[in-house]
């Protein structure tokens, strides 16, 4: 053929649009591949705002693309993880945004037990090097709580179980976190609940739990496989209040087992382990109500015995009050002489008293009264004559004083003169002429100016500033 057949067989073909060729090629791959299984390890995962997740399944030689939308990834039994080979079932198409095909997943499940069993080794031993496992963080239970909380889905067998197991051991208050247990979304749930415990104050207005269960049924390793996520070890390791651990049955294990404080076989055990049987307790109490009334009565026998063979060795009442009361007798004997001697006694004495006249004695008080009369008058006398001497004494005195005083001069005539500072005068020395004094009279005080020496002319001075005269102390020298 030439190429002129060539250009015409190609100028036969039909044309497509870039969309139409994509579009083709996705209907063609989601009709002949419908639903496959395809084997791989996950290798990426990435979980967008979305909800959707979105994954690569690999094996030596090839990548396949694969996303789980968010109703689907709500119900996965296992949460797809780097590094898990698992078998996905789901439906082939492409994605013309970017020419790829992809699986579009509805189902996850395990390449086998081995495969996941691997995976939860490998996370056992890298908690364990944290030291959560570590018995020193493990935290005694309390012997009776006050309120118990369980972290498990209202709806199942296992919350039943546990309110049975308490109401038939010993009824405690309940509250239940109710969450997700099995599921893409479970693991976020249960730990959200123990946190949730935790976080309520004490004495608010719900109380807080002193013990919690998180509690499921039995299962398959992935239906438990919430349970030993990180998150959820974490927050049990995190947790002020002590956990009981209540997941599947005997034979299951998961990593909250090794973090929990304690760990329960099947949830009805996890309720035996955290309260006590009521009938045991009060069969305690009565057995031990009886031994101690036993052992009260046992000791009340052994104090009696002991204090009557005390009694034996001890005399007797009346041995030891027999001599005592013969001296009571002897003494009263004689008290009673003595008293009737005392009596006669004084008896006489009163006798001889009465014969006795009063006449001398009243004698001696009327002589004492006179001497007294006496005394009383000479002393009246001498102190008038005392009085008398005294008052003479200080007029003669004040007379004296009253010639020595400068006030008796003034009247005299005499005159008191006085400078300004308050000096008084006593030599011609003493003034300035011109100088201002006042004179002090008898009956009052004049000022004056001193004059020059006689027959000199005297100045005229400014008349002085009256000013009150000062009393002169003591009795003042006029010269």
Not at 136 to 164: E, N, W, Y
Not at 227 to 246: K, L, Q, T, W
Not at 291 to 302: D, G, K, M, P, S
Not at 319 to 332: T, V
Request: aromatic content about 6%.
């Amino acid at each position: 053929m030439g190429p002129s057949s060539e250009e015409d067989s190609v100028g036969n073909m039909p044309e497509f649009t870039v969309s139409e060729l994509s579009f083709a090629l996705k209907r063609t791959i989601e009709e002949n591949y419908g639903y496959v299984r395809v084997r791989g390890e996950i290798g990426r995962v990435s979980r967008p705002g979305s909800g959707h997740i979105y994954l690569d399944l690999k094996d030596e030689k090839s990548v396949l693309n694969g996303v789980i939308w968010r109703g689907v990834a709500a119900r996965l039994k296992v949460a797809p993880e780097q590094g898990l080979e698992v078998i996905c079932t789901g439906k082939l198409t492409t994605f013309p945004g970017q020419s790829r095909y992809q699986i579009v997943v509805e189902r996850i499940e395990p390449a086998g037990v081995g495969a996941l069993m691997a995976l939860l080794e490998e996370r056992r031993k890298k908690l364990a090097a944290e030291g959560l496992f570590d018995e020193v963080h493990k935290k005694p239970l309390p012997f009776l709580p006050q309120v118990i909380g369980v972290v498990t889905s209202p709806s199942g067998a296992v919350i039943r179980d546990i309110l049975h197991r308490l109401g038939d051991r010993f009824p405690r208050p309940v509250l239940i976190w109710p969450c997700l247990v099995q599921g893409e979304k479970a693991a976020e749930q249960i730990a959200r609940g123990i946190r949730g415990f935790n976080e309520l104050p004490e004495g608010g207005p719900v109380p807080r739990p002193d013990v919690l269960i998180v509690a499921r049924g039995g299962g398959s390793v992935e239906d438990l496989w919430a349970f030993n996520e990180e998150i959820v070890v974490r927050a049990v390791a995190e947790s002020a209040i002590p956990v009981i651990s209540a997941v599947g049955h005997e034979t299951d294990t998961t990593l909250i087992d090794f973090v929990s404080d304690r760990r329960a076989p099947t949830p009805s055990a996890a309720a035996e382990m955290a309260v006590p049987v009521l009938a045991d307790l009060s069969a305690t109490l009565l057995d031990l109500r009886a031994r101690l009334t036993r052992a009260q009565n046992r000791l009340v026998q052994e104090w009696r015995k002991h204090t009557q063979s005390l009694a034996r060795g001890l005399p007797k009442l009346n041995d030891i009050l027999a001599l005592p009361e013969q001296r009571l007798d002897a003494a009263s004997e004689r008290l009673r002489g003595s008293l009737q001697l005392y009596v006669q006694a004084r008896s006489i004495d009163l006798a001889q008293r009465a014969r006795l006249s009063p006449r001398p004695l009243i004698a001696r008080l009327t002589q004492a009264g006179d001497r007294l009369t006496a005394l009383g008058d000479r002393l009246k006398l001498a102190l008038s004559r005392d009085l008398s001497t005294r008052q003479d004494r200080l007029t003669a005195r004040f007379q004296l004083l009253q010639s020595y005083s400068y006030a008796g001069v003034l009247e005299r005539g005499f005159v008191l003169v006085q400078k300004a500072d308050g000096q008084f005068v006593r030599r011609a020395a003493e003034s300035q002429p011109g100088q201002g004094v006042t004179l002090h009279f008898a009956d009052g005080q004049r000022g004056a100016v001193m004059e020059g020496e006689e027959g000199s002319s005297p100045q005229k001075p400014k008349p002085p500033r009256a000013k009150s005269a000062k009393t002169p102390g003591g009795q003042g020298d006029l010269f």
